[in-house]
């Protein structure tokens, strides 16, 4: 049964950047449940891919240096430990980790022709289709079986995870592997990173949810790492279960332990959530109020999907934030979806006038406060609301 626990309120599509500030734009109400069956927790409003994932999609994860350096250390590991014939990426996006492959060992798919344009460019055999079960029944007439599938924040923007599963199960060989790489609920937790659901992010995954998932197509996780990438994420490798060659490491105990003790398995805990996300937005709208009492300018940095949830949810618009500022070409100019806030080219001139940035890619904080030291010298000051807002 599905539980309601968190209301966001209505929401624009997350990557719908306005090009213009008059456009119009749907707003859907944003809700989120817990099964308590499967312990999985989704959005209860379904988008058509279409509508999200189509030939304008913004986001290309070659932007960040630290998503690149992620999936190179990712790319050695799977050639030294798996070493797979065939690697097919479900989600390729711009190409960031199949470029660290040879071109004949592998495969995307990636229904954003826009970024599967630019794949295919580099020579990387790449398929402008969506990820189900018609699409790996052409494939399987011409490559058989693939020996590694990997996805990383895809397969939770996919509605039918039934047709997901049972299109990976068909393809994959008897020995193959499977990767999948998604934020961590747990983190999304401890961090009141409310923020994360947004309408492309039908689930959110738990190690507890996706193993009962799973079962049903005889496959199991074994192994987990805890990555940083995303504001904190989660790399299942998954293997079919009568596959006995790999061991079950210690990792999925630990990861499974560690849920349960936070309470992922219990309704209560997302009803605390809600409560936390709650203060979260009282908090951050006392803090910009008080700064905008004193006169002083705030920006947004990094506009990302995140953002627009954070800005929608606690109802912040220009008055507060002037404008934010982003490194991705496709966002110049736009405005935040929503609250219609200008997205301008980032340059570090920008900042001169800037009293307080607030932090809208706070999981790139690290990377960005390396980049602003001059910023940081001159007194500014960043604003972030994870794990509770605070000025840094
Ligand atoms: P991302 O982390 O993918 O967030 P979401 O999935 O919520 O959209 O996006 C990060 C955004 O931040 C992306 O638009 C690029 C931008 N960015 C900068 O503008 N400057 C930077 O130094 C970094 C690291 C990111």
């Avoid at 047709?163 to 008897?174: A, H, N, P, R, T």
């Avoid at 496959?219 to 995303?230: A, Q």
């Avoid at 979806?337 to 009293?355: F, M, S």
Wanted: hydrophobic share 35%; glycine share 4%.
């Amino acid at each position: 049964m599905n539980k309601f626990f968190l209301n966001l309120g209505k929401q624009p599509l997350a990557n719908n950047y306005l090009t213009k500030y008059q456009s119009k734009q749907p707003m859907y109400l944003l809700k989120i449940f817990f099964n308590t069956k499967t312990k999985l927790v989704s959005i209860s409003k379904r988008i058509p891919s279409k509508k999200m994932f189509n030939n304008k999609y913004p986001y290309k994860s070659s932007m960040s240096k630290t998503m690149q350096k992620s999936f190179f250390k990712l790319s050695k590991e799977i050639k030294k430990r798996f070493n797979p014939k065939l690697l097919l990426e479900i989600g390729s996006n711009d190409g960031s980790l199949l470029t660290n492959f040879d071109r004949s060992k592998c495969i995307g798919i990636e229904p954003c022709s826009n970024l599967a344009k630019l794949t295919q460019k580099k020579g990387y055999q790449t398929y402008d289709v969506y990820w189900n079960f018609k699409t790996v029944k052409k494939l399987k007439k011409k490559f058989k079986n693939i020996d590694l599938i990997y996805s990383a924040n895809t397969i939770t923007h996919i509605s039918n995870l039934d047709d997901v599963f049972k299109s990976i199960s068909y393809i994959l060989s008897d020995n193959g592997i499977i990767i999948i790489e998604d934020p961590s609920l747990l983190e999304c937790l401890k961090k009141v990173s409310y923020d994360q659901f947004y309408n492309e992010h039908i689930y959110v995954f738990s190690a507890i949810s996706l193993k009962n998932i799973l079962k049903k197509y005889s496959l199991e996780i074994f192994d987990i790492k805890n990555l940083s990438t995303h504001g904190g994420s989660l790399r299942y490798y998954i293997k079919r279960k009568n596959n006995k060659k790999l061991i079950i490491s210690s990792s999925v105990k630990k990861q499974l332990f560690k849920e349960k003790k936070y309470g992922l398995n219990n309704y209560r805990t997302y009803k605390n959530f809600s409560n936390s996300a709650e203060k979260s937005k009282e908090s951050l709208n006392k803090i910009l109020t008080n700064i905008k009492n004193d006169n002083k300018k705030i920006i947004g940095y990094g506009a990302t999907a995140k953002a627009t949830t954070v800005l929608n949810y606690c109802n912040i618009d220009n008055n507060f934030i002037d404008f934010f500022v982003d490194t991705t070409p496709d966002k110049k100019n736009r405005f935040m979806p929503g609250k219609k806030i200008k997205i301008l080219k980032y340059n570090q001139n920008i900042l001169k006038n800037v009293d307080y940035i607030f932090l809208g890619a706070w999981n790139f904080r690290n990377e960005i406060f390396k980049k602003e030291k001059k910023f940081i010298k001159k007194g500014g000051k960043f604003i972030t609301h994870i794990p509770f807002p605070k000025i840094i």
